[in-house]
């Protein structure tokens, strides 16, 4: 093998945990509860706005902070569910999903040197767009059964050079759903030390039990300080399509699209007008979601109880993570995940993947499985998982 090419601060990420283990899953014929994914279609009238956007015409670039009608929606959405209300001129940007908007806010206000504080676990691109900006991450350890954050060590982490607060409720891969309260105490920190939040809230709309998520921008002293980021890909079934965006006060969301316009100048045109039909959907549609994926989740809940798995109950997201240590003497969750691919057929991922190294140890034992799956495709993975576990 020729040496390395990759730049020295992308080389400790290698290849996305997602690609591979989904390349797996198609080589091995396996059930995919890896990536976060649904496998099946959002709203008719979603998909047929798309087509008809493409038919009618919308086949070229799109103004950089991206289509109007899609820029009001999202400002019309945060209005309704969180009373936040956007300047749709100013305060509201369309990026290529919720992942460019993080590199953006990221790439786009980070000086190297800087310090990003950050929950760990954490979804895999925030280590990396942290590292691309040459800034440093530091990590708030959430430790299971509950997962929830501790304020003292937030505190303690904050140094002269922490400029971002990057938080991330509903929580990938836990399914922690942050409180108003544990929301209030962290713009505390952010007031006091005169930090940025960034907040990605892509599994807004994914809450369960009654509960209901509450936007970072609700909190009056937070509106002016945070990036609230998101995307249509969770919420309407179009992870492929990714649209997302950012909001914010002008100053802000300017830093982001000062980044943006370098890495995808705009994004696909036809999805836009269809995201923005997606939003102004009536709230049933919402509701539905959120109860229809609920039972999803106590569907894997049981098939996992039931094989023999201890795993930690989500309140909310795609996901629910167990701890393998009964099932895998030496607790390598990789190692189970290859295995549990080629003797069982389903696919699941390791989390450590979301641990920096010096923490790696506490994601070791642990997995994530994806319920935002068919009914009946959960039922063959439990059937799989219970002949496998036998
Ligand atoms: N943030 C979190 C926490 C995620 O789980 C994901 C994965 N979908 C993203 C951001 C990226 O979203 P998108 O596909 O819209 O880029
Ligand atoms: N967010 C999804 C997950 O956590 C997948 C995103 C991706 O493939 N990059 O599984």
Redesign the pocket.
């Known amino acids: 093998m020729p040496p390395s090419v990759v730049a020295s601060r992308l080389q400790p990420f290698g290849t996305t945990i997602f690609a591979e283990m989904s390349a797996l899953a198609a080589e091995l014929g396996a059930i995919n509860l890896g990536q976060?994914f649904p496998d099946s279609d959002g709203p008719r009238e979603v998909l047929d706005v798309a087509i008809e956007s493409i038919n009618g015409g919308l086949n070229q670039y799109p103004p950089g902070m991206g289509m109007q009608v899609l820029r009001e929606a999202i400002a019309q959405h945060q209005q309704r569910f969180y009373g936040v209300s956007y300047n749709c001129d100013t305060e509201v940007l369309v990026t290529a999903?919720?992942?460019e908007a993080?590199a953006g806010a990221l790439l786009g206000l980070l000086e190297p040197g800087d310090e990003v504080i950050v929950f760990e676990p954490m979804?895999d691109s925030y280590q990396a767009c942290i590292a691309m900006a040459g800034a440093v991450s530091v990590p708030i350890l959430l430790e299971p059964p509950m997962y929830r954050p501790n304020m003292d060590a937030f505190e303690a982490a904050i140094t002269t050079r922490t400029k971002i607060l990057l938080i991330?409720s509903p929580h990938?891969p836990t399914g922690m759903l942050l409180t108003r309260e544990e929301q209030e105490h962290i713009v505390r920190i952010a007031e006091q030390h005169n930090l940025i939040i960034v907040s990605?809230e892509?599994y807004e709309h994914l809450v369960f039990d009654g509960q209901r998520h509450v936007s970072i921008a609700e909190i009056p002293q937070a509106r002016n300080r945070s990036i609230v980021i998101s995307?249509g890909?969770?919420t309407f079934h179009t992870?492929g399509w990714?649209v997302?965006w950012a909001v914010g006060p002008a100053h802000l969301i300017a830093a982001v699209r000062s980044a943006k316009q370098f890495l995808t100048y705009v994004n696909a045109a036809p999805f836009q007008p269809a995201i923005a039909r997606g939003l102004l959907m009536p709230d049933e549609y919402f509701t539905q979601l959120a109860k229809n994926l609920e039972d999803r989740r106590n569907q894997l809940c049981d098939v996992l109880s039931e094989s023999g798995f201890q795993y930690f109950r989500p309140q909310a997201t795609y996901f629910v993570t167990a701890d393998i240590r009964s099932m895998q003497a030496n607790g390598d969750g990789r190692e189970f995940c290859q295995r549990l691919a080629h003797e069982a057929g389903v696919v699941a991922i390791p989390n450590v993947v979301f641990y920096t190294p010096q923490n790696a140890h506490s994601g070791r034992h642990l997995v994530r499985f994806a319920f935002c799956k068919q009914e009946k495709v959960i039922a063959q993975a439990a059937q799989r998982l219970r002949n496998w576990a036998q």
């Open positions: 976060g999903g919720a992942t993080i979804y991330n990938n990605d892509v995307s890909g969770k992870t990714k997302g």
